[in-house]
């Protein structure tokens, strides 16, 4: 009797030291350049530099594994994802995923001071719906694509949470 709780301490000491180091090494935890998922670093590079092939990567892996990050989304909010046969849904995901995150994050990016931020998730948006296009070959249906990228980005530029900013507007006025 005295064998099985020596044996037992002596595997869990020898199985919990690999558990760790196995979470940190797993890809959850980890992008793909080495950075941390869950940090300011890793949700900057999300937003802005991975591609966004590999933003989707780490999006459909991490749906609902770890809740440092809202990964909601409600498409091209008012807009069609699909318009004639124009594919911006990829580009609204890490678009809204932008506007959640960033505003939950140290960088307060809704601060009327700091308006950059959004201005930068907003050009990314652009710069995927392009990617999007340049897939397509013909190019007189290429530019189409192009013209229609540009009036989502400009609605984004627009609209895009305009609600919430006028809000914590409204907010702070009547705090005064």
Not at 12 to 33: G, H, I, Q, W, Y
Not at 152 to 167: K, L, P, Q, V
Request: net charge positive.
């Amino acid at each position: 009797m005295r064998f099985l709780p020596s044996l037992l301490v002596a595997g869990v000491c020898t199985v919990m030291p690999s558990l760790n180091a196995r979470d940190e090494d797993t890809p959850e935890f980890k992008l793909k350049n080495g950075i941390s998922l869950c940090t300011n670093r890793g949700l900057d590079y999300l937003m802005y530099d991975a591609p966004l092939s590999e933003f989707l990567d780490v999006r459909n892996a991490n749906l609902h594994a770890h809740n440092c990050y809202d990964w909601d989304s409600d498409g091209c909010t008012h807009s069609k994802d699909h318009y004639k046969g124009f594919q911006f849904h990829d580009a609204c995901l890490r678009h809204d995923f932008g506007y959640r995150n960033c505003a939950k994050s140290e960088l307060h990016c809704f601060d009327t001071k700091k308006k950059k931020y959004r201005k930068k998730i907003d050009k990314v948006f652009k710069a995927d719906m392009k990617e999007e296009c340049s897939h397509i070959t013909k190019k007189r249906r290429r530019s189409k694509c192009k013209m229609l990228a540009w009036f989502y980005y400009r609605g984004a530029r627009s609209f895009g949470r305009r609600d919430e900013i006028e809000f914590e507007y409204e907010k702070d006025t009547r705090n005064e």
